[in-house]
């Protein structure tokens, strides 16, 4: 799915499903892993089955495979344990580990170019302003929806759902959540709205050939 080749698609479901089984093997909490990882499980097959008439572009495969490690990452230690997150807090002296907070920008990055992608190939809408605050907003549906789902494994788990929230004591972690992902979503468009312009008027001329 990476490139216009199956060679690329294949390429592509081999690097998840590698991450998949590292992720897996040796998984702190093998329960909280699928609730980490479980996005994957839905995000892989719809790619797949729309790839034949709705091929997205070469960033945002790569963008949805980042995503994808990500949560791998995240499911195989659990958000408050990764390494990473652990030298950021020596090294920046943090209070607590925050590769969540890493999580949930890419929550809105990645949603935003994929978002943004198709919008402007199934809408009408332009870009622009408009387009910048409607993929925001969205991002931030996004993230509101997954605060939902948080919230309901709280409710059903009670503190077995600790290691799937890693709130880690912080009584304003949605509200955080939420914002790095607003941040994210933002982020992503000023960056990479150039870059993924130029991909999509390369895709839609070979579409067009």
Known sequence: MIHT???????????????????????????????????????????????????????????????????????????????????????FHFTRNHYDRIGHLAQGFIPAMVAREILLRKTPLPRGGWLFFIVSCICLAISAMYEFIEWGAAVSLGQGADEFLATQGDPFDTQADMLMAWIGSMLAQVLLARWHDLQLARFQEKAAS
């Open 5 to 91: 080749t199956s060679k690329g698609a294949l390429a592509w479901l081999a690097a998840i499903g590698i991450g998949l089984i590292w992720s897996y093997v040796g998984a702190f909490d093998p329960g909280v892993w699928l609730m980490e990882v479980f996005p994957v499980f839905i995000a892989v097959p719809l790619l797949a089955w729309t790839r034949p008439t709705f091929r997205l572009t070469t960033l945002v495969y790569v963008l949805i495979l980042i995503h994808a490690l990500i949560l791998m990452v995240g499911g195989h230690y659990t958000y408050a344990r990764v390494p990473l997150g652990f030298w950021m807090q020596e090294a």
